[in-house]
């Protein structure tokens, strides 16, 4: 009798480039290597030549992480010192202003953009994403985070940080403005732009919000006409029980960490049971996993990358970023004590999670030294250090295990990093049929390279506020 069983379809895998505004990202001190340009984050043509690169290559996005205080918690408190040398995430520039130069340079390569609701009104940040949403042509997502770090609370004009959770209650609300103003401020036939008749908009198709909630008021309507995304493709970065709860409501891929892929699997399936939960299609939310990837031709080379590129690590630069990262400052320590035996279970927690990334360490003990190594080479993210089988084989791994349906992929050094991922991952993973070998729709939006849509899918929360052709009000108003 014959086999009749259907081969298993694999999934494609979807690849971000993982970067920031700032000379030292994930890997504090390395912006002085040889082979490294993030000095020259400043000048537009660092970022142009890298959007080409990526482009070109058919990476999916370029992920902009961005934060709104320094890391001041080592040696802190308010200490900003240890992370001035190494570049660590200070001084960092406002990624939004990147997006229109980047679109208007490349042709597929999708922008998300990091911008934190809680020190922005929600009529600012509605404007401003919806002009790069016009200006690259549908082409930018919005990463949504509530901000975490005291020190951007202060600059803010707060004494402390809002409550966490809290801060999602206001983001529930904040969206529910935006879903108002992108979504039901225009009717769809609205924009008119008729030359013969004189009339740019339909004098009917437009109307005010009149929103009025717990923490915010705004009349509206929006001051810019429908982009093409409507609402700009909506990622969200989350694994608190409440920023699982927000991203499954509202985002449509969700950046998530994780260790291992096992335990990964249950922030994925946690995120998608969120989404079930909610009414929409699990599918309809992708989820992207930060990891960091050394490649070369053998396993011996790419170990012989990672120990050179730890000859430029800033110790007090990697420092400063766990205490940002975890709020722990280390510096009240002794640089010998094994963190494993802490009388910090949170401490103990952080290092436990990084043993279970490196094979055969569980015995060793994680001493300052160790934590600065890790941190170094990709910050609190997985690490993956191979040839282009071993990467590809833990990538795929990653996908069956976890099924989670991407990555995020940090650099160490840039030039550099990427070329490698392009020279001799991406091959390979063609070749197994893990990674698109054309690009389906050129210029495509955001939100067509995710899921497929140009607009919001009915499912999603934010439909229910379109206001349509044919209606006289947007449904949300109708008595």
């Not at 004494?159 to 879903?179: F, K, S």
């Not at 494993?340 to 569980?362: E, L, M």
């Amino acid at each position: 009798m014959s086999d009749t069983t259907t081969p298993k379809v694999k999934k494609q895998i979807i690849l971000n480039a993982f970067v920031m505004n700032t000379p030292g990202h994930l890997a504090p001190g390395l912006w002085k290597h040889p082979r490294n340009k993030t000095d020259q984050y400043k000048k537009l043509s660092f970022w142009t030549d890298l959007a080409q690169l990526l482009d070109q290559a058919g990476f999916h996005a370029m992920f902009i992480a961005d934060t709104l205080g320094a890391y001041d918690v080592y040696k802190g408190p308010s200490n900003v010192v240890p992370t001035l040398s190494s570049g660590a995430q200070f001084p960092v520039n406002d990624p939004l202003y990147l997006v229109p130069a980047l679109s208007a340079v490349t042709k597929n390569l999708i922008f998300g953009v990091t911008a934190s609701l809680t020190y922005e009104k929600p009529y600012a940040l509605a404007r401003r994403l919806s002009t790069v949403d016009h200006l690259s042509e549908g082409r930018v997502a919005w990463n949504i985070v509530t901000s975490y770090l005291d020190s951007a609370a202060r600059n803010h004009g707060l004494n402390e940080q809002i409550a966490h959770d809290e801060r999602y209650a206001i983001a529930d609300e904040y969206l529910e403005v935006l879903y108002k103003l992108w979504e039901g401020s225009f009717r769809d036939d609205a924009v008119l732009a008729d030359r013969q008749l004189g009339t740019y908009i339909s004098s009917d198709g437009v109307r005010e919000i009149n929103h009025k909630g717990k923490y915010f008021e705004v009349p509206g309507p929006h001051f810019c006409e429908p982009s093409p995304q409507g609402t700009p493709f909506l990622f969200q970065a989350g694994v608190s029980e409440a920023g699982n709860k927000f991203g499954g409501t509202n985002g449509e891929a969700i950046f998530i960490g994780g260790q291992t892929p096992e335990v990964t699997r249950t922030t994925v399936d946690n995120i998608r049971g969120i989404a079930k939960e909610a009414g929409r299609d699990p599918n309809h939310i992708k989820v992207i996993v930060g990891i960091n990837v050394i490649v070369a031709a053998t396993d011996e080379e790419a170990q012989a990358k990672r120990d050179e590129y730890l000859q430029y690590a800033d110790d007090e630069g990697a420092l400063a970023l766990f205490g940002g990262w975890t709020g722990i400052d280390l510096s009240t320590y002794s640089d010998d004590e094994d963190f494993r035996f802490s009388d910090s279970p949170r401490v103990q927690t952080v290092v436990r999670r990084f043993s279970a990334t490196v094979p055969g360490t569980d015995n060793l003990p994680w001493t300052k030294r160790r934590i600065v190594e890790y941190i170094s080479v990709g910050g609190l993210q997985a690490k993956i250090v191979g040839s282009t089988q071993t990467v590809a084989d833990e990538l795929e791994r990653w996908v069956e295990v976890s099924d989670v349906d991407g990555f995020n992929l940090a650099h160490i050094v840039n030039p550099g990093a990427f070329e490698d991922i392009i020279e001799f991952l991406l091959p390979e993973l063609r070749r197994r049929g893990l990674f698109r070998e054309t690009i389906e729709k050129e210029g495509a939006t955001a939100r067509e390279v995710f899921i497929g849509s140009k607009r919001l899918p009915e499912d999603h929360p934010g439909s229910k506020y379109k206001w349509r052709t044919g209606e006289s009000v947007p449904s949300y108003q109708a008595v």
